[in-house]
C-alpha cells in the first residue's frame, strides 16, 4: 500500500512570506492529522480532520495559519504570514478510523524561515 | 492537561544489550497508548498500538508494555542491533477528547 505523500519536502522563505504544504493520505484513511514538530520535540497537533469536517483545531494559529480538506482525501495547509518560530517540520499522518487504528506519517516538509 | 513524558531522552548502548524505554503520562484515563520509531529527517513509522484494555502487545523483537494505573508504559527492544538506532516515541490518546498526545522521545545509538 502507498504511504502518505507530502511536498514540498523542504522549504526555505523569509518572514512575512507564505508558504503552502501539501498531503495525500492513505488510500481509504478518513482521519486526516497536521503536526507541528520543532527540534528536539514530540510531534504537536495542529488541526484534525474526519472526511472534510474539522475534528480539533485547538492548537492551529488561526491567525496565520489555515488547512483544508476539500474532498475529503487531499489536505493542504498554508502558513500566511510566516514567522521565525514557524521554522519546524510539518508532518501529515493519516489514519483509518478516528480513535482505535494506528496513525501513518508522511516523511515531513522541512520549514525554514530566515 | 495530560502531559507525556520520556526518559531518558538519549541512550547509547553496544550491540547485542536488552534495553527498556520508558514512557509515563499524568492522566490515566487514555484509550490507547501507541510507540513509533523516527529516524533522522523522516516521519514517524508506527510500531505498537495498545489499547487500554491491554496490557502488552509484541511485534518480532520489540515488545511493549502498559500499565494505566501507574501511568507507564515501557518499550522493551531484545538483542539490540546498529539498526535499531533512531528516535522512540510514544503518543497517548486522550480518552476524553481523542487528541494523541506525544512524548519529546528517547534518542537511541546502538554501538557496533
Known amino acids: 500500500e502507498a504511504g502518505v505523500a507530502q511536498s514540498p519536502r523542504y522549504k526555505i522563505i523569509e518572514k512575512r512570506q507564505s508558504v503552502a504544504f501539501w498531503c495525500n493520505p492513505i488510500s481509504g484513511h478518513a482521519t486526516l492529522y497536521w503536526y507541528q514538530q520543532i527540534l528536539g520535540q514530540g510531534p504537536k497537533l495542529l488541526i484534525q480532520?474526519?472526511?472534510?469536517?474539522?475534528?480539533?483545531d485547538s492548537q492551529l494559529p488561526k491567525d496565520r495559519f489555515s488547512a483544508e480538506r476539500l474532498k475529503g482525501v487531499d489536505s493542504t495547509l498554508k502558513i500566511q504570514p510566516a514567522k521565525l518560530e514557524d521554522s519546524a517540520v510539518y508532518l501529515c499522518?493519516?489514519?483509518?478510523?478516528?480513535?482505535?487504528?494506528?496513525?501513518?506519517f508522511g516523511n515531513g516538509t522541512r520549514l525554514t524561515v530566515t | 492537561k495530560q502531559e507525556v513524558t520520556q526518559i531518558p531522552a538519549a541512550l547509547s548502548v553496544p550491540e547485542g544489550e536488552n534495553l527498556v524505554l520508558n514512557c509515563s503520562f499524568t492522566?490515566?484515563?487514555?484509550?490507547?497508548l501507541q510507540w513509533f520509531r523516527q529516524d533522522p529527517g523522516k516521519g514517524l513509522t508506527s510500531l505498537l498500538l495498545?489499547?487500554?484494555?491491554?496490557r502488552e502487545q509484541t511485534s518480532g523483537r520489540l515488545n511493549a508494555s502498559l500499565d494505566k494505573s501507574s501511568g507507564r508504559s515501557t518499550l522493551y527492544i531484545a538483542a539490540s542491533q546498529p539498526g535499531d538506532s533512531a528516535t522512540y516515541l510514544c503518543?497517548?490518546?486522550?480518552?476524553?477528547?481523542?487528541?494523541?498526545?506525544f512524548g519529546s522521545g528517547t534518542r537511541l545509538l546502538v554501538r557496533p
Open positions: 492522566d490515566s484515563a487514555i484509550y490507547n
Open positions: 503518543a497517548v490518546r486522550v480518552d476524553s477528547s481523542y487528541k494523541l498526545i
Open positions: 495498545i489499547q487500554s484494555s491491554q
Open positions: 499522518a493519516s489514519s483509518l478510523t478516528q480513535y482505535g487504528s494506528p496513525l501513518h
Open positions: 480532520f474526519q472526511n472534510n469536517g474539522v475534528v480539533d
